[in-house]
């Protein structure tokens, strides 16, 4: 009946991800997730209740304002000055979005024309890859590579060609855990400024960091007026569920990128938006306490994935461990993702998933230790059988 296929060219190759795929076996199994990034507690009740209030006072129960309601652009605002000293201007200079997973939508659509080319850090989270397609531009891969996945900033100078347009950076970095240092960031916005590009930075993880300090690009010299800041709640509060997102740049960029987001989903999570005001707001040792809570168990993660055998990337930020799985003498992290529920009822995700280059990846494995305690030393524990 159709004589083409029904999925559009772009969207090739984005099936169902690997994490459905991954969950679906975990559930299956009954094995330990250790796969997809999401906490399995909620965050703080404070919050919670303060959602519960927005929906039964009547709160954002219909549409909410298209930029996101005034509260939340403020504390926003006042959350980037707090911890970067940086200032914006919460009526022109920030814009909710449905998580940092529209944010980044959005951004690509708005920003790219066809045939652009994006640089990013390679391995990348799955929705950058699709993104960037659906803008109808190129990505062009800047390869992290064991141990320290540093970036190769000769290398990124060279990747920079005429039709280069933007580059899409995460610091801590997802899957690997690498926190870009002061330096790097610097050198990489004087190729930014020096290049004319655009720089949109997802920073979901800014508070999830263990070693070294969070700099935002756009804090840089000349990258206030050519940089998209891109962060959410999800991450910070545990409350993933929300998709509660924003970003913070100049005016003429958050216009365009919301010109862009009024088109996917106009608005989103209109209680939501209240309560996240106010976890914006929470004190310092809320923030310190979330670190030196995952700093334990990244720590009870790691050490129990060195006693079973794996070559450990210890992460200096985000909830993510990656490991290697030679010393094992394994040498396909799909089939070992795809084994290991049966064999010790744990389920992980092969990195090669975040990698044009398979090869860079393909004895990779990423484990999420964003999980109660008891349930990781349940894993630790069943791990320990390999």
């Known amino acids: 009946m159709h004589n083409r296929p029904l999925l559009n060219r772009r969207l090739e190759g984005f099936g169902t991800t690997i994490f459905a795929e991954m969950s679906a076996l975990a559930a299956r199994t009954g094995a330990i997730n250790l796969g997809q990034g999401f906490p399995d507690t909620d965050g703080p009740a404070e919050i919670a209740e303060a959602a519960a209030r927005a929906v039964t006072e009547g709160r954002g129960n219909q549409y909410p304002p298209g930029p996101g309601v005034p509260e939340l652009r403020l504390a926003v605002a006042d959350h980037q000055r707090r911890f970067y000293d940086l200032e914006f201007d919460p009526d022109r200079e920030v814009l909710v979005t449905a998580g940092a997973t529209e944010a980044i939508a959005a951004s690509m659509l708005a920003l790219l024309e066809p045939g652009d080319e994006v640089i990013a850090f390679e391995p990348f989270y799955d929705s950058y890859a699709a993104c960037i397609a659906m803008a109808g531009a190129e990505r062009v891969p800047l390869t992290l590579r064991a141990p320290g996945f540093r970036p190769d900033l000769d290398a990124l100078a060279e990747a920079i060609g005429p039709r280069t347009r933007l580059l899409l950076l995460n610091s801590p970095h997802n899957p690997t855990g690498m926190v870009l240092t002061r330096a790097e960031a610097a050198a990489i916005a004087e190729l930014a400024v020096a290049h004319d590009l655009l720089v949109v930075t997802d920073e979901v993880y800014e508070h999830i960091l263990f070693d070294g300090e969070h700099v935002p690009l756009i804090a840089m010299p000349g990258m206030r007026e050519r940089t998209v800041s891109i962060s959410s709640a999800g991450k910070t509060f545990s409350f993933t569920g929300w998709k509660v997102g924003w970003i ?139």
């Open 248 to 386: 913070t740049a100049s005016a003429d960029l958050v216009a365009a990128v919301r010109t862009a987001k009024q088109f996917l989903t106009y608005v989103s999570a209109g209680p939501f938006q209240y309560a996240v005001a106010e976890a914006l707001r929470m004190p310092e040792d809320y923030f310190t306490g979330l670190r030196e809570d995952l700093r334990a168990k990244r720590d009870l993660l790691a050490d129990g994935l060195a006693a079973a055998g794996f070559e450990v990337h210890r992460p200096q930020g985000s909830y993510f461990i990656t490991t290697d799985i030679t010393p094992l003498g394994e040498s396909d992290g799909f089939a070992f993702c795809r084994a290991l529920p049966g064999r010790c009822g744990v389920v992980a995700v092969p990195n090669e998933v975040f990698y044009d280059d398979a090869e860079a990846g393909r004895t990779q494995v990423r484990f999420a230790f964003c999980k109660r305690k008891d349930v990781l030393e349940e894993a630790v524990d069943r791990l320990g059988g390999l």
